[in-house]
Nanobody, 123 residues
Framework: QVQLVESGGGLVQAGGSLRLSCAAS????????LGWFRQAPGKEREFVAAISWSGGSTVYSDSVKGRFTISRDNAKNTVYLQMNSLKPEDTAVYSC????????????????WGQGTQVTVSS
């Protein structure tokens, strides 16, 4: 089992920045790829970004590429999502998820999920 707890969400104006954190406990953190997903009210859960177990590979959705950066610190068992140039359409509940080793952009591939943190971007 891997337990995931997100933090860092909040209210920010358009053009601003936030950094989300996801702290993991349980199994060996460095054995897991981590992903960030988001879900806005009335919409399907959407892939945002993912990072491999080593941090050597990352992938982003087209909607956030160039604005968001995913990173991880295996010594702190934490994955981060730096979000810059935020837009109102980025408003959603952001959740992190874990799966063994290989990153994926599909939420169906992730077995472990956090509860999520709300991000609200005002115009």
């Amino acid at each position: 089992q891997v337990q995931l707890v997100e933090s860092g969400g909040g209210l920010v104006q358009a053009g601003g920045s936030l950094r989300l954190s996801c702290a993991a406990s349980g199994r060996t953190f460095s054995n897991y790829a981590l992903g960030w997903f988001r879900q806005a009210p009335g919409k399907e859960r959407e892939f945002v970004a993912a990072i491999s177990w080593s941090g050597g590979s990352t992938v982003y959705s087209d909607s956030v590429k160039g604005r968001f950066t995913i990173s991880r610190d295996n010594a702190k068992n934490t994955v981060y999502l730096q979000m810059n140039s935020l837009k109102p359409e980025d408003t959603a509940v952001y959740s992190c998820a874990a799966r063994p080793f290989v990153l994926s952009g599909s939420n169906h591939d992730y077995a472990y999920w956090g509860q999520g943190t709300q991000v609200t971007v005002s115009s």
